[in-house]
C-alpha cells in the first residue's frame, strides 16, 4: 500500500511565515511520479503559486468556518502582490482537491484556483474540488477557463474580488456549497458556457449578484438558497434551455434601491426557459436595517418558448410583482402570485 506524502518530511515549516512553496511542490511533482497523494497536515503554509500536475489528490484537514477569521488548520496563505492565484491547475486533469483552506491577503490581482487554458483541449479535465475554502483574494475565488467536466461541492467561496466561482466552459456539478459576500456573483460565466447543475448552493451578500449567466445553454438550477444579492439574485440573460424550480429568492437588490431595474429576478433574451415553483420575498438588511429592496420580483424580456409559471412572490418587490417588458414569442407567463412589500 502506497503512503501519503507527507509535506513536513519534505522540510514544509508550516508555520505561516517561512516561505513553504518549494516543499508543497515538491510533495505535488512527486505525487505525479509515484501515484501517492499529498497529506496537508494541521499548519499555515506561506506559499507563491504551487502548479498542480494531472491525477494528483492533496487532502487537508477540512476544518474550517464562515467567518472571515475562521481559516481553519490547513490553511495555505498567499505569499504576496505578485501571484496571479494560489493553486495553478492549467495542465493538471483528473485532480482532486479535498479540504483545503486558501487565504488571500487581498493584495495585488490574485486569484484562488485557477485555470487559464488556450482551448478545451483533447480531453475532460475531470477537476474534483470538495470540502475546500477559498477566501479574500483580490480576483476570483475560482476560476475555470476554457473547462470541461468538472464537480465543486461543499466548499466556501467567500470575500473575494470577483466572482465566487466564474467558467468559461461546460458539463460541471456545483452542488451544496457557499458563495458568500464576494464582490462579484456568486456564480458568474463568460464565454461559451453549458451544461451545469446547480443544487442545494446557499449564495448571499454577493455585490454583482447571486446567479448571474450570459450567454450560454442547458442549465439546472434547482433548490438554492439566494439572500441579499447586490443586484438580481438570478440574472439569465441570453440562455437557451435551462430549467429554475425550486430556488428562494431573498431581498436582493440590494445596491439598486433607486434603480428601476431593480428585480429577484431577470430573464432577457432567452429561450426554452422554465421558471416555476420559485418564491421570491423583498427585505432589507439583517436586525431590519437599510433600504427595502428589490423594486420587482421578475423582470421578462423577448423571451421565446418559455414558461414562467406558478411562481410565488410573498412581499415580492418594492413597485410591483411583475416588470413585462414585452417582446416575447410563444410564451406563457400565467399564474405567478403575491404581494407588493410595504415599507
Given at each position: 500500500m502506497l503512503h501519503s506524502i507527507d509535506v513536513y518530511e519534505l522540510g514544509a515549516t508550516g508555520d505561516g511565515a517561512t516561505d513553504d512553496t518549494k516543499p508543497l511542490q515538491d510533495a505535488i511533482d512527486l505525487a505525479v511520479k509515484t501515484g501517492r497523494s499529498v497529506e496537508l497536515r494541521e499548519g499555515r503554509f506561506l506559499c507563491g503559486v504551487l502548479y498542480m500536475k494531472p491525477n494528483v489528490h492533496i487532502r487537508g484537514n477540512a476544518t474550517w468556518g464562515y467567518r472571515r477569521d475562521s481559516a481553519g488548520q490547513t490553511v495555505i496563505l498567499q505569499r504576496d502582490s505578485k501571484q496571479n492565484c494560489q493553486i495553478d491547475m492549467t495542465t493538471s486533469n483528473g485532480v482532486t482537491l479535498d479540504g483545503l483552506s486558501l487565504l488571500g491577503n487581498n493584495s495585488g490581482n490574485c486569484a484562488g484556483l485557477l485555470s487559464c487554458k488556450p482551448n478545451y483541449g483533447a480531453q475532460e479535465d475531470a477537476y474534483r474540488i470538495e470540502n475546500c475554502r477559498v477566501a479574500n483574494y483580490t480576483s476570483h475565488a475560482v476560476f475555470l477557463d476554457h473547462i470541461w467536466c468538472f464537480s465543486v461541492r461543499h466548499c466556501m467561496f467567500a470575500f473575494c474580488g470577483g466572482d465566487g466561482l466564474r467558467i468559461n466552459g461546460w458539463d460541471g456539478f456545483v452542488i451544496d456549497n457557499w458563495f458568500s459576500g464576494n464582490r462579484g456573483a456568486g456564480f458568474g460565466t463568460e464565454g461559451p458556457n453549458a451544461s451545469v447543475t446547480m443544487t442545494g448552493n446557499r449564495i448571499e451578500w454577493n455585490a454583482r449578484g447571486g446567479i448571474v449567466l450570459d450567454g450560454g445553454s442547458h442549465y439546472n438550477i434547482t433548490g438554492n438558497y439566494i439572500d441579499r444579492s447586490g443586484s438580481a439574485g438570478i440574472s439569465l440573460t441570453r440562455i437557451n434551455v435551462a430549467s429554475a424550480t425550486g430556488n428562494v429568492i431573498y431581498r436582493s437588490g440590494k445596491f439598486q434601491p433607486d434603480t428601476p431595474d431593480s428585480a429577484q429576478v431577470i430573464l432577457d433574451g432567452c429561450s426554452g426557459i422554465v421558471f416555476s415553483g420559485n418564491t421570491m420575498n423583498a427585505g432589507r438588511d439583517d436586525g431590519d436595517k437599510g433600504d427595502w429592496t428589490p423594486n420587482y420580483a421578475l423582470r421578462?424580456?423577448?423571451?421565446?418558448?418559455?414558461?414562467?409559471?406558478?411562481?410565488?412572490?410573498?412581499?415580492?418587490?418594492?413597485?410591483?410583482?411583475?416588470?413585462?417588458?414585452?417582446?416575447?414569442?410563444?410564451?406563457?407567463?400565467?399564474?405567478?402570485?403575491?404581494?407588493?412589500?410595504?415599507?
Open positions: 421578462v424580456h423577448n423571451l421565446k418558448d418559455c414558461a414562467v409559471t406558478s411562481n410565488v412572490m410573498f412581499r415580492g418587490g418594492m413597485t410591483g410583482l411583475l416588470d413585462d417588458r414585452g417582446g416575447h414569442e410563444n410564451s406563457l407567463i400565467t399564474d405567478n402570485v403575491g404581494s407588493v412589500a410595504v415599507n
